[in-house]
């Protein structure tokens, strides 16, 4: 087995490890394997590509493609043809999906960082980020299938007339524009958030830490692209091209660990506290991402809690659990009682307030007007009677 071949399965069974991992997590975090998010899924389609990806290149490592040194007067058998075309085909199938993987892996990022800044104002720039990344692949797209090789299926002319359709200049210098600078992006957004969180200095050096194995992403993305340049007709560039793309899912999926870490290990929540065994307890700093937000001193004492605060999934107990205020409901009902008393035979009233001696009134408790009760003076016998007019008015 070459060096290649152990680096390559190495790195997928380390990224395997990695989102099994995240998603048992994420199914202990939730209660349920139902409940995962879009983003867990989307990370199940980059693991997918992780497996096409490895696989193409371990084929690519040796399988000749179209493209070749110096054609000039190169003549081969059909067998050699066939192999030749098969391999450039391979190069299209792998670069397509190392793309998807590489903005998959973008996309689940930005999902993150969206509901960790919920309702504060790096959300507008985190969905700048996101326009931008979606602009530039469509646009990566549109560019490597209409553009730069005319017609497509010179991709795998052998031997090709055009470089663009066998070393893909353009392509890999657009790819490592909008890849690089949109990893720069990435991995700026969470800085700002998690160097103002409320957590010892050595949770804050933990979590700066896990991503800012992106720089390594990044370099591997500018190495593979300087090696791709330097010597197109290497193999260096391919060592570079799968250690950038295992490296992106590592550091997106290494933050969904913590709630496995924390059962396995029976660790403190990342806010330095016990995790307790309540529910409450257990919630109190779990957001989507097992213990992961938390607001800055001025935000929470600032803002006051709103909707966008809180997770599609999280129980009405939850609502107030995060400042340790119990959730109670208080109602004052004030009623106001003005009674007249007329006399039916001369239509006289007495002023408001005033109640004849004996009449008293009794509330039914749930809401309806009071009544009026006999008293021992009351006429049974024909005699006149006083009428009541009793008005009610209830505030709250």
């Known amino acids: 087995m070459s060096a290649l071949e152990v680096e390559l399965w190495a790195w997928y069974?380390?990224?395997?490890?990695?989102?099994?991992?995240?998603?048992?997590?994420?199914?202990?975090?939730?209660?349920?394997?139902?409940?995962?998010?879009?983003?867990?899924?989307?990370?199940?389609?980059?693991?997918?590509?992780?497996?096409?990806?490895?696989?193409?290149?371990?084929?690519?490592?040796?399988?000749?493609?179209?493209?070749?040194?110096h054609?000039?007067?190169?003549?081969?058998?059909?067998?050699?043809?066939?192999?030749?075309?098969?391999?450039?085909?391979?190069?299209?199938?792998?670069?397509?999906?190392?793309?998807?993987?590489i903005w998959s892996v973008?996309?689940?990022?930005?999902?993150?960082?969206?509901?960790?800044?919920?309702?504060?104002?790096?959300?507008?720039?985190?969905?700048?980020?996101?326009?931008?990344?979606?602009?530039?692949?469509?646009?990566?797209?549109?560019?490597?299938?209409?553009?730069?090789?005319?017609?497509?299926?010179?991709?795998?002319?052998v031997p090709a007339n055009d470089i663009q359709c066998s070393w893909e200049r353009n392509h890999m210098i657009t790819n490592a524009f909008v890849n690089i600078t949109s990893d720069i992006?990435?991995?700026?957004?969470?800085?700002?958030?998690?160097?103002?969180?409320?957590?010892?200095?050595?949770?804050?050096?933990?979590?700066?830490?896990?991503?800012?194995?992106?720089?390594?992403?990044?370099?591997s993305a500018i190495l593979n692209k300087a090696y791709t340049f330097g010597d197109p007709y290497g193999s260096e560039w391919i060592y570079w091209y799968i250690r950038e793309a295992s490296t992106a899912i590592i550091v997106a999926n290494l933050p969904f660990t913590w709630t496995l870490l924390q059962r396995a290990f029976n660790l403190r929540s990342f806010n330095g506290k016990s995790t307790g065994n309540t529910p409450a307890a257990n919630s109190r700093f779990r957001s989507a991402y097992g213990n992961l937000t938390s607001r800055t001193g001025g935000e929470k004492r600032n803002r006051p809690m709103g909707l966008g605060d809180l997770d599609a999934s999280e129980s009405q107990e939850q609502i107030n659990d995060p400042f340790g205020i119990p959730l109670k409901i208080y109602q004052q009902n004030e009623v106001t009682v003005t009674s007249e008393e007329v006399d039916a035979k001369e239509g006289r009233s007495t002023p408001p307030g005033i109640i004849p001696n004996g009449v008293s009134f009794t509330s039914n408790g749930n809401g309806h007007p009071p009544t009026r009760a006999r008293s021992q003076d009351d006429n049974t016998s024909g005699e006149g009677d006083f009428g009541v007019t009793t008005t009610v008015g209830r505030g709250i």
């Open 185 to 219: 992006m990435i991995i700026a957004l969470p800085m700002p958030i998690f160097l103002k969180a409320q957590l010892p200095l050595k949770r804050k050096a933990v979590l700066v830490g896990v991503f800012a194995l992106g720089v390594f992403t990044i370099i």
């Open 71 to 101: 054609p000039e007067g190169m003549t081969f058998t059909p067998e050699e043809y066939a192999t030749r075309e098969f391999g450039a085909k391979m190069v299209v199938v792998v670069e397509q999906f190392q793309m998807a993987l």
């Open 13 to 69: 069974a380390l990224v395997i490890v990695v989102v099994v991992a995240r998603l048992v997590s994420r199914t202990l975090l939730y209660g349920s394997i139902t409940k995962l998010k879009v983003d867990d899924y989307i990370m199940l389609f980059t693991v997918v590509c992780h497996t096409v990806l490895t696989v193409g290149v371990r084929v690519l490592s040796y399988t000749p493609t179209n493209l070749i040194e």
């Open 106 to 157: 973008k996309a689940c990022l930005l999902i993150m960082y969206s509901k960790l800044t919920t309702s504060l104002r790096q959300n507008l720039i985190v969905k700048l980020v996101a326009g931008y990344v979606v602009i530039s692949f469509v646009v990566m797209e549109i560019l490597y299938f209409a553009v730069w090789c005319r017609p497509f299926w010179h991709y795998w002319l």
